[in-house]
C-alpha cells in the first residue's frame, strides 16, 4: 500500500511560481515511474509530467513545456513538480500518482496509474 501527500499549492498570481511536493508512504517509490495529473473546473483529469525513477526520462505536456519541471528525491520518497511562469490556465487539482508497472509505456494515460494522492489546489490569479 502507498500513501501520497501532495503539498505546496496555493493562490499565485500569473507569471509567479509554485514548487509542489508529493510525499509517498507506506512503500518506497525508488523504482516506481511518477506522474502529475491536474484537474481543471469542468474539464477532466490530464496528464502533466512524468519521471521514470532513475529521472532518466521525463515527459511533459506540451502546455507546460518549458515552465514546467518535475524531479524526485527517491531517499525522500519525494516528487517534485516546479512550476514557473504560472499562467490562468493552469488552475486547478494537482494530483501525483504511481505508474502501476515501471515501465514508461502508456505513461501520459491516468489508468496506468494505481496511487493517487488528494491533490493540491493551484490558482492563478490574472
Known sequence: QVQLV???????????SLRLSCQASGRSLSSATMGWFRQAPGKER???AATTWSGDLTDYADSVKGRFT?????????VY??????????????YC??????TWVAH???NAYDYW????QVTVSS
Open 6 to 16: 501532495e503539498t505546496g499549492g496555493g493562490l499565485v498570481q500569473a507569471g509567479g
Open 46 to 48: 490530464e496528464f502533466v
Open 70 to 78: 518535475i524531479s524526485r528525491n527517491n531517499a525522500m520518497n519525494t
Open 81 to 94: 513538480l516546479q512550476m514557473n511562469v504560472l499562467k490562468p490556465e493552469d488552475t486547478g487539482v494537482y
Open 97 to 102: 500518482a504511481r505508474k502501476r508497472t515501471v
Open 108 to 110: 501520459v494515460h491516468e
Open 117 to 120: 494522492g488528494q491533490g493540491t
